[in-house]
């Protein structure tokens, strides 16, 4: 085995000890040996004396609980259950469960005195739905979200989806035909008051407020006033947002890994040069190709999979030991990787698996961005059939390889380039802190119970480093195959120590108080603009998304933008995409975006036709809209 690939399969081994905490996501991340909790779902028709009933099953492995959905707050996670939006049926009853919870009390808990109200072994949760006519229920498939909390002496964050079928059903209690819990919405917070300090910067989501009832907002009902384009203008978005990429605060910290190479391909010939940017190309098409798998086959939209804690930290190890190896704390024995301590062995050609690795990892760091135009074409791709689907991602690929293709064809483009020399030590050196400054900002994606954790598997990781770089290349092979061994090991037991024995139980939601930004729910929506009658301006972001950031930095919190919210009476939320809620991600497809950032501004007396902008947005974009939805003037800066 070659030894870069021992050792990152050595990081992948620490992922079903990290798999015990909130890092369920895409590509298995987070897998445990045996999942806690296993599904099924089924809905029975409706007959003269009750309606359709959608029923979901929960079968808990011995040892575990799970919480009520009737859970106080103050204590653990209560289970959310949701239907997914659909013309073919509609929830018009409360979720109820037809086995009771169990009571539990224990003062040493972190949630003090509050009750625990616990189900174990089986539970089954089931709702009243009303099928739209003419709905053949043979035919039909309900589908929904389960996200519950399995605990035994740890807890583990299950998001779920579901399918249910018509089926014969399990015994059930009486049906609560009272309006459904998600239709309880929080009482929207009082328009800015213009003396009010504004804040620099959105306040994290979990905001508490009293509630009140009023209407859910109907994604079904959204009416998008600008056309869907055709193939061949988003195929263009596409390309030039893939190409914009490049330029992007995300995939700088490992482009800068790519001059390495260019140093050298100047003094190659044509041919070489263009092989090696091939492979790159290669890894660059590979990951947007899985990419568009993850969007056809699971709905996965761009970015998303840092929603995964289980794929942020993997990532965040990698990205730290490539650093080490920059900084000279061992050796990736890949030239593409820009291996070795002396500006002689920097200078040694690229060989095709390092350049299909580079590109690889350069591409899934620049997920967290999104490119002028490249949100468009995303929002429209994923809704198109699944070659068209693949197709706007290939393009995306290229459109972001262009530039290396370019320099793989005309090597002497890059001739400004100093030769190589004492130089690139200090380039690399360099390149190994900027690195280092990146795994700083992955860890800003993971909750907080898992930055200790993180943090301590780092310094194992960083350890199994050191380690490997005790056997030389040349050893022999028994001997290095011993190390790679060691390596693993130590990484592995960095993981097992630091999720198993160091990380502690996800703790209740963080509450701020007196916030202008109300957290983002479809009945908060619901409450403000259709009961109301408010314009909403609502920021979906996610802290792993960069982009977002910068924008709400630069533009969204600006005095020009607060004053022209403030002055129209625009009520503001936040939706918070970070660990990928059901309901948001809902809402961000509904709104014809693959994935953050989206603004999006509700008329007060239109709500159903949204002014939506996705990925990039100027502050005249926002002030203009502002004005237009609420019906009044906005100076123009």
């Known amino acids: 085995m070659r030894p870069w690939l021992a050792f990152i399969l050595a990081i992948f081994t620490a992922v079903p000890a990290i798999g015990q905490f909130d890092l369920s996501g895409i590509g298995g991340f987070g897998d445990q040996p045996k999942d806690p909790v296993s599904f099924s779902a089924q809905f029975t028709p409706a007959s003269a004396d009750r309606p359709a009933v959608v029923m979901v099953t929960a079968l808990i492995e011995p040892g575990y609980h799970v ?103 399990v015994p059930i209690g009486p049906l609560n035909m009272t309006l459904p819990a998600e239709a309880v919405a929080p009482a929207p917070i009082p328009p800015p008051d213009n003396s009010a300090t504004k804040p620099d910067v959105v306040p994290p989501p979990g905001l508490a407020a009293p509630t009140v009832s009023g209407p859910v907002y109907d994604l079904t009902k959204i009416r998008l006033e600008e056309p869907p384009g055709s193939l061949a203008w988003n195929l263009l978005l596409a390309f030039v ?62 970015g998303e999979q840092f929603g995964s804690s289980g794929f942020a930290i993997v990532m965040i190890g990698i990205v730290f030991a490539m650093a080490l190896s920059m900084l000279g704390v061992w050796e990736i024995p890949i030239p593409g990787f820009v291996g070795g301590n002396t500006a002689h062995e920097l200078g040694k050609k690229e060989g095709p698996a390092g350049a299909f690795l580079k590109g690889v990892v350069t591409t899934l760091l620049a997920t967290p961005c999104t490119g002028p135009g490249m949100a468009v074409a995303l929002g429209w791709a994923v809704r198109q059939p699944a070659a068209v689907t693949l197709l706007v991602f290939t393009v995306l690929g290229l459109g972001m390889a262009l530039p290396y293709l370019v320099i793989g064809a005309f090597p002497q483009l890059v001739k400004f380039l100093p030769k190589p020399g004492a130089w690139m030590e200090t380039f690399k050196q360099l390149m190994g802190f900027i690195l280092l400054a990146t795994a700083v900002w992955l860890m800003n994606a993971l909750p907080m119970e898992l930055l200790l954790p ?119 939320m936040y939706g918070d995409f970070t660990h990928r809620p059901p309901e948001i991600k809902e809402t961000i497809q509904a709104l014809r975006s693959s994935g ?26 926002l002030l203009e809209a502002i004005a237009r939805a609420s019906g009044k003037q906005v100076a123009i800066r």
């Open 67 to 169: 919480y009520s959905i009737t859970q106080p707050d103050g204590g653990p996670q209560r289970t959310e259950l949701s239907l997914s939006p659909s013309p073919d049926y509609k929830l018009i009853g409360g979720w109820a469960a037809a086995q009771k919870y169990e009571p539990h009390i224990d003062p040493n808990s972190p949630w003090g005195n509050v009750e625990e109200q616990q189900h174990k072994n089986v539970v089954t949760w089931y709702a009243p739905v009303e099928l739209a006519p003419g709905v053949d229920p043979a035919q039909l498939a309900i589908t929904g979200t389960v996200h519950l909390q399995a605990c035994d002496v740890q807890c583990v964050d299950i998001e779920q989806e579901f399918t249910a079928r018509l089926g014969k059903g």
């Open 454 to 572: 993180t943090i301590a598997l780092l310094a194992g990781i960083g350890f199994a480093c050191w380690v490997f770089a005790r056997t030389p290349g040349y050893a022999p092979l028994g001997d290095r195959l011993q190390t790679y061994a060691l390596s693993a090991a130590l990484v592995a037991a960095a993981a097992v120590f630091s999720y198993g024995w160091l990380a502690k139980p996800q703790a209740a939601g963080m509450t701020v108080a007196n916030s202008e930004w109300q957290p983002f729910t479809l009945a908060n929506l619901g409450a403000a603009t259709l009961a109301n009658r408010q314009t909403v301006l609502v920021d979906f972001s996610a802290e792993w998304c960069l982009t977002c950031k910068t924008l709400e930095k630069a533009v969204l919190h600006t005095e020009p933008v607060e004053e022209a919210l403030a002055a129209n009476n625009v009520t503001t």
């Open 241 to 302: 947002g893939g190409l914009v990429l490049n330029l992007m605060p995300c995939v700088l910290p490992v482009i800068g890994l790519k001059v390495m190479s260019f140093v050298q391909q100047a003094g190659q010939s044509r041919g070489q040069a263009l092989a090696l940017n091939l492979w790159y190309t290669l890894g660059i098409l590979a990951v947007f190709w899985t990419l568009a798998g993850f969007a056809i086959f699971a709905g996965l939209s761009w």
């Open 596 to 621: 953050v950032p989206v603004i999006a501004i509700f008329p007060g007396d239109d709500p159903y036709r949204p002014i939506v902008f996705r990925g990039a947005y100027t502050q005249n974009d």
